[in-house]
């Protein structure tokens, strides 16, 4: 068993960058995943990565995030750029062991506490 701490929220203005970082250890060759919620909303997924570096990325971000990782850091990254108030959130890192890339919430096994992100108009 291992532990997603995540880090980098903050609050920016529209059109602002975030980096998140999500320290992966105990998580070699799981497929890792991004997620966040908002107030009174569903957890949704943003993005996800597998070992082999494939990635998949959520609609509603495509084309202004990035998840990556740093597998001899066992860190997760997501590069969030041109952000919007709608992306406010608490943004949460997760795992799973199976190598097909998802965005199903119910199939990652092991989450972070998240960390928050908000960003003003």
């Known amino acids: 068993q291992g532990h997603l701490v995540e880090s980098g929220g903050g609050s920016v203005q529209a059109g602002g960058s975030l980096r998140l970082s999500c320290a992966a250890s105990?998580?070699?060759?799981?497929?890792m995943g991004w997620f966040r919620q908002a107030p009174g909303k569903q957890r949704e997924g943003v993005a996800t990565?597998?070992?082999?570096?494939?990635?998949y990325v959520a609609a509603s971000v495509k084309g202004r995030f990035t998840i990556s990782q740093d597998n001899a850091k066992n860190t997760l990254y997501l590069q969030m750029n041109s952000l919007k108030p709608e992306d406010t959130a608490m943004y949460y890192c997760?795992?799973?062991?199976?190598?097909?890339?998802?965005?199903?919430?119910?199939?990652?096994?092991?989450w972070g506490q998240g960390t928050q992100v908000t960003v003003s108009s």
């Open positions: 997760a795992a799973r062991v199976e190598v097909t890339l998802s965005l199903r919430i119910d199939e990652y096994t092991e």
């Open positions: 990565i597998n070992k082999y570096g494939t990635t």
């Open positions: 105990g998580y070699t060759d799981y497929t």
